[in-house]
């Protein structure tokens, strides 16, 4: 079983930076997806970035040259620069065992409490 804690997050102006941090603990498993999904609210939750366990990452569009996703061992970090005020929500770390699927939350089996992100114009 997989426990997920996210830490970091807060209040920025637009074009400012944040780093959220995930600190996982239980068994990763062999092959596996850890990401940063986040939801505004009303909206749906929606993949923001993955890194599985050799290191390849995957950004959504929306992010790409903005967000950087890194892995050291059991902690991940989302490092989030040229904020924009459509940023804004509450972000989640995730586990899944498998590939990564940003376009399906439903498949990712741990979930953190999440840490909200405000990002102001």
């Known amino acids: 079983q997989v426990q997920l804690v996210e830490s970091g997050g807060g209040s920025a102006q637009a074009g400012g930076s944040l780093r959220l941090t995930c600190e996982l603990s239980?068994?990763?498993?062999?092959?596996?997806?850890m990401a940063w999904f986040r939801q505004a609210p009303g909206k749906e939750r929606e993949g923001v970035a993955g890194?599985?366990?050799?290191?390849d990452t995957f950004y959504d569009d929306s992010v790409k040259g903005r967000f950087t996703i890194s892995r050291d061992r059991n902690t991940v970090h989302l490092q989030m620069d040229s904020l924009k005020p459509e940023d804004s929500g509450m972000y989640f770390c995730?586990?899944?065992?498998?590939?990564?699927?940003?376009?399906?939350?439903?498949?990712?089996?741990?979930w953190g409490q999440g840490t909200q992100v405000t990002v102001s114009s």
């Open positions: 239980g068994d990763r498993g062999n092959l596996y997806c």
């Open positions: 995730s586990h899944r065992i498998g590939f990564c699927k940003l376009n399906d939350w439903r498949t990712y089996n741990a």
């Open positions: 890194i599985e366990q050799y290191g």
